[in-house]
């Protein structure tokens, strides 16, 4: 699909926004006029009112159109970054059911970049194993244009936009592949192809790691027959020396439990849980495409999580790149494992201002927030707070949890420093962060739980079923506001 900003519109399905109370939108009132009231008669009788996410479909008596599309955006006054998004987003869905190949979206009252921005990442699909199209589901449209009043300034604005949508994808397409495809070399080696954009990417191998002392990370891939790897990406667009903003994800390219094995029921969404890992390769890719004046690094342990002859048992007691030590009571608490060396040895060697960690770290977390929200844990209100904000720009949502001191004794044990799991199920997700904590020392960090959102069973907003790309616009926001 090629996205075009024009200054008017030559395809025979126009498209416009209308807020709440059936009030359509500048362009959609002339138009209204020159079609003599059709649209504004088509209202009156419509069940649909303009509220957010509804869609008006309407075959035009005109010749010059075949069809007239609504979309509703809700009220006209409190207008988010993620709602002018959802009027191109939106609009996909009727497309599709038309099967059509060409229309206009009319961007006025909402910024044309953002429409387009929305519109791009919905018409995302992974259909790269289907060896015979989906004719029910698969996007015929070819151009879509965007009437913008302003067309210089739109298309150098979604020129931005489609760096980071470039990134989102990214992570979409590394989580959607099969683990029999993306393990830890092969996506080291898709990692790698990130220095075409001036990020530098190194490699820790299995040795390097064990000179390190990374007992943790290690524990947890020696069960597997692939290396594992821990990548780390830099990219200084600063154009300074300062202290970087550092990104760590949690990447178990496959998650079967380990020796505390997985039931078999739906073990095969764990292809997804390399999906912290996937957003920092993404956000990289976004960060660097778009230039973005700060200085970042990313850091993802990458290890599949098996059981054999090799694989570490419950009971183990591991010893981390810190010196702390950890009994590991169910191997399949395995991402924390993962992140406590991942996480230690970026803040020792980047000495960070900020660390912000991603990991589908716990099934708890969709017990407590569902499929709409990632958990938010930090030791600092103000990066909260920052998270928070960006959050609410881009409609990825946070919901901040506890950290309180009173949760460290569920992870005390006798035998070590601490224990991989909590007691019992309570508070599981929070356990798990208390875990990582221990990993940070003084560092302003924030780890975000997002378990439930990197891939979802049903169409969101901004995606179609499967991956969502969670955690790249989001932090990529998140990031403009460290920009000089
Ligand atoms: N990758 C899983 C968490 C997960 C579960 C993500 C479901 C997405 C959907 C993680 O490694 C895990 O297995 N966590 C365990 C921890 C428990 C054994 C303490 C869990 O959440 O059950
Ligand atoms: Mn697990
Ligand atoms: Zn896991």
């Known amino acids: 699909m090629i996205i075009s900003i024009v200054h008017s519109l030559s395809t025979k399905i126009a498209i416009f926004p209308c807020f709440e109370e059936k009030t359509l939108s500048l362009a959609a009132k002339s138009f209204d006029e020159k079609l003599s009231g059709f649209l504004s008669k088509s209202l009156a009788n419509a069940v649909f009112k303009g509220k957010k996410g509804e869609v008006l479909t309407l075959s035009s008596p005109h010749d010059d159109f075949s069809h007239i599309i609504l979309i509703g955006l809700g009220k006209h006054d409190a207008l ?54 989906r004719d029910d589901v698969e996007l015929k449209l070819e151009t879509l ?44 080696a898709r990692i790698q192809e990130l220095s075409a954009l001036g990020v530098t990417v190194e490699v820790l191998n299995e040795a390097e790691m064990t000179k390190l002392g ?28 300062s202290a970087p903003l550092a990104f760590v994800g949690k990447g178990v390219t496959f998650d079967t439990g380990g020796i505390s094995l997985k039931p078999a029921d739906g073990m095969e969404d764990m292809i997804f849980d390399m999906g912290g890992a996937g957003a920092v390769v993404g956000l990289l890719a976004a960060l660097a495409g778009r230039k973005a004046k700060a200085n970042v690094v990313g850091v993802v342990g990458l290890v599949e999580n098996m059981p054999s002859g090799a694989a570490q048992r419950p009971g183990d007691i591991v010893t981390t790149m810190s010196g702390q030590t950890i009994e590991v009571l169910n191997t399949d608490a395995e991402g ?118 990197v891939w979802l069973k049903k169409d969101s907003t901004f995606a179609v079923k499967g991956a969502t790309g969670f955690g790249v616009r989001l932090l990529d926001e998140f990031v403009r506001g460290f920009e000089a």
């Not at 190949?101 to 044309?112: N, Q, R, T």
């Not at 959607?176 to 080291?188: D, H, K, M």
Request: glycine letters at 8%; hydrophobic letters at 40%; a neutral charge.
């Open 80 to 133: 988010k970054k993620a709602d002018h998004m959802a009027f191109g987003a939106n609009a996909l869905k009727p497309l599709r059911e038309l099967k059509a190949k060409s229309a206009s979206l009319f961007a006025s009252d909402v910024d044309g970049a953002g429409a387009a921005f929305g519109a791009l990442l919905k018409s995302w699909q992974f259909d790269k194993y289907k060896t015979k199209k």
């Open 336 to 453: 924390r494992l993962v992140l406590a060396d991942a996480l230690w040895y970026t803040k020792e060697r980047f000495h960070p201002t900020h660390i912000v960690d991603l990991a589908t770290l716990t099934g708890a977390i969709l017990v407590a927030l569902g499929v709409e929200y990632a958990g938010l844990f930090s030791n600092d209100d103000d990066l909260s707070e920052k998270l928070l904000q960006a959050s609410k720009a881009t409609g990825e949502k946070l919901w901040r949890m506890p950290l309180d001191e009173a949760y460290d004794k569920d992870i005390d044990t006798d035998r070590a420093d601490m224990k991989n799991t909590g007691n019992g199920r309570y508070g599981g997700s929070i356990t798990a962060a208390k875990l990582l904590q221990r990993f940070v020392g003084d560092t302003k960090w924030a780890h975000l739980d997002i378990a439930g959102t």
């Open 214 to 241: 990374m007992g943790a990370l290690l524990g947890v891939g020696q069960g597997s027959i692939r290396e594992s790897q821990l990548v780390v990406m830099t990219y200084n667009g600063a154009g300074n020396d």
């Open 145 to 188: 244009q965007i009437v913008s009043s302003d067309v210089a300034k739109d298309t150098k604005a979604f020129e931005e936009f489609q760096a980071v949508a470039k990134g989102v994808f990214l992570t979409r397409e590394l989580i959607s592949e099969p683990a029999n495809i993306i393990y830890p070399e092969t996506l080291t």
